[in-house]
């Protein structure tokens, strides 16, 4: 006899919230298989970090190098889990689940599929693109490859790159999909025209490079990371868009197995290939949820963290004299005494303060 879904579960509301949750199971469970695999052959040809004596600027660490010297070594592009977890299993809820709801009779498997033109395939272009980029510059700098000193791309090198892949998107929202608004929480929406490019791609750039800035202790990013799609999790799907909050719950519970073994001390590291990549994508899933705003409360570690970075290499070139003991500002707390467990642990907590404030105003005053 055949038993459809709706019979098991009653209304359509369950169901989505079922396949959400569903979703993120199977992406944690898939990339806490995946890991062992990828740990495995990071190890065999190691594929490890090598830390470094001099700043951005080319001046002399006082702090990171020797309080992280016992990293040397640690494998990196341990992000690759995360974002190929999700591309696998993305896949195989769009063409292998059906093919099986079909053999077995029943319509569950089927509903759990996501991929979606209107929700899943700009961000999940984000994830991968992003991805592969961040792992050419991860295995550059660890083979020590490249013009740049000690091996990967030069900043500016990476910084087109990054450029490049988020004035596409930008155009692919303003042009095809014809979107210029912005939504103010509790105001309303407002229309801004070709403003709405330089805005998309700034948002990107800010998401990525504050990802790459916060990945610098155990455990730290990819917590702030889980976190944040949580929330966008709960954004998406109270906007209706299912396939999308399943996708960023896809993402959150394969971080959350990528951060079993990336708590501290550490059993690999995040690399590029992980920590633009998931930025990027959360700067896209904040684009087509409409929740820039939202988005900056959110991960406003991000802003402490990118503004503690900008303003050391600001007053280091023009004063010649450092505001921080170390930047980004998750240093300078080491350099003041503080162990990386308990800088990680409290800005997982801040962050969870303002995750839970930034769902409040988004929530309330999405209008």
Request: glycine share 10%.
């Amino acid at each position: 006899m055949y038993i459809g879904v709706n019979e098991i579960c009653g209304s359509p509301e369950i169901i989505n919230v079922l396949k959400v949750m569903l979703t993120g199971m199977i992406a944690f469970m898939v990339a806490f298989l995946i890991t062992p695999i990828w740990t495995h052959f990071l190890y065999k040809y190691k594929l490890g970090i090598k830390i470094k004596n001099n700043g951005v600027q080319g001046d002399k660490l006082q702090f990171v190098n020797t309080l992280h010297a016992d990293k040397s070594g640690t494998p990196t592009m341990g992000g690759v889990i995360v974002w190929v977890s999700v591309f696998l299993f993305i896949l195989a809820s769009h063409y292998i689940f059906p093919l099986i709801a079909n053999l077995m009779n029943t319509e569950f498997l089927a509903r759990l599929d996501f991929l979606s033109r209107k929700q899943t395939w700009l961000p999940l272009f984000a994830l991968v693109a992003m991805g592969v980029l961040g792992l050419f510059d991860d295995v550059m700098s660890v083979r020590g490859w490249g013009s740049n000193k000690g091996g990967g791309m030069r900043f500016a090198a990476r910084f087109w790159w990054l450029f490049a892949i988020a004035a596409l998107g930008a155009w692919w929202f303003y042009a095809k999909l014809g979107w210029d608004m912005i939504h103010v929480p509790g105001v309303g929406d407002f229309g801004i025209g070709l403003w709405y490019i330089p805005l998309f791609i700034g948002v990107i750039l800010f998401t990525a490079f504050s990802s790459n800035e916060t990945d610098g202790l155990d455990g730290l990013n990819a917590g702030v990371l889980m976190m944040a799609f949580s929330a966008f999790t709960v954004i998406a799907f109270s906007q209706n868009k299912v396939n999308l909050a399943a996708f960023c719950l896809a993402i959150s519970g394969a971080l959350l197995a990528f951060l079993w073994f990336n708590v501290y001390p550490a059993r690999f590291f995040m690399g590029d290939t992980g920590a633009i990549s998931l930025g990027a994508t959360l700067g896209v899933v904040a684009m087509l949820t409409n929740s820039v705003f939202t988005l900056f409360i959110i991960v406003f570690i991000y802003v402490l963290e990118s503004g503690s970075a900008l303003i050391q290499m600001t007053s280091k070139k023009f004063f010649k004299r450092k505001i921080f003991l170390a930047a980004p500002i998750h240093h300078h707390f080491e350099a003041m005494g503080w162990p990386e467990p308990k800088v990680t642990m409290r800005a997982w907590i801040f962050t969870a303060v303002m995750v839970v404030l930034g769902l409040i105003i988004g929530l309330i005053g999405m209008g």
